[in-house]
């Protein structure tokens, strides 16, 4: 089982930039996909990027892409997410999980999800 702890959130502002990391214990298999996502107060969790743990292959929202760069450290068993270019609109409670379906972007298919981290953007 693998547990994910989330870290790197806060207050910027617009325009700012911040990076999450995800840090995962427990053993992450080649086939694993980590994926970033986020949830705004009275709306659902939404897809933000996630990456294939064995190629590095990287897949983004359209509302981030551009902006958000998730990339991982496999000696660290850490996932990256560089958010560049903040929002208002980027501000959620950002968290980290794990899927066995390679490349997935679609939420069920993830799980051991992270506690989150919250990232605000001021206008």
């Known amino acids: 089982q693998v547990q994910l702890v989330e870290s790197g959130g806060g207050l910027v502002q617009a325009g700012g930039s911040l990076r999450l990391s995800c840090a995962a214990s427990?053993?992450?298999?080649?086939?694993?996909?980590m994926g970033w996502f986020r949830q705004a107060p009275g709306k659902e969790r939404e897809f933000v990027a996630a990456i294939t743990w064995s190629a590095g292959n990287t897949y983004y929202a359209d509302s981030v892409k551009g902006r958000f760069t998730i990339s991982r450290d496999k000696a660290k068993n850490t996932v990256y997410l560089q958010m560049n270019g903040l929002k208002p609109e980027d501000t959620a409670v950002y968290y980290c999980?794990?899927?066995?379906?390679?490349?997935?972007?679609?939420?069920?298919?993830?799980?051991?999800w992270g506690q989150g981290t919250q990232v605000t953007v001021s206008s």
């Open positions: 427990g053993r992450i298999f080649s086939s694993y996909t």
């Open positions: 999980a794990v899927s066995l379906a390679y490349g997935s972007r679609w939420t069920p298919d993830f799980g051991s």
